[in-house]
């Protein structure tokens, strides 16, 4: 298993894919913020409850990151990858769940 996370995290191309990812995630997730819907109450509340939501993935995925710091040898690619996917998987947590609440509200 920690093989094939050291495979994994030593990877480039999936350090690019993950550099891509983040662009247009990043884009969308500010324009949900500052659409006209998303400037009122119910909109900011919305925002507040996704905001939880990444908060505690984010917090999940440092403490794994830490954990596995001592099993994998760390280099500039390591890091790289894990703070990059971790953004990535953060930013999706939180525009999927800011889309999910508009939805149900």
Known sequence: MIEILNELVNNRPILLAGIWYGVPITIILI???FVKSSRDERGRAII???SIIAMIVFIFFMNFFAKISDCIP????TV???VQ????IVLTVEVVAILIYKKLQ
């Open 80 to 82: 790289a990858f894990c």
């Open 48 to 50: 507040g409850k996704a």
């Open 85 to 88: 996917w971790i953004y990535d």
């Open 74 to 77: 760390i280099n500039y690619d």
């Open 31 to 33: 324009v949900l913020f």
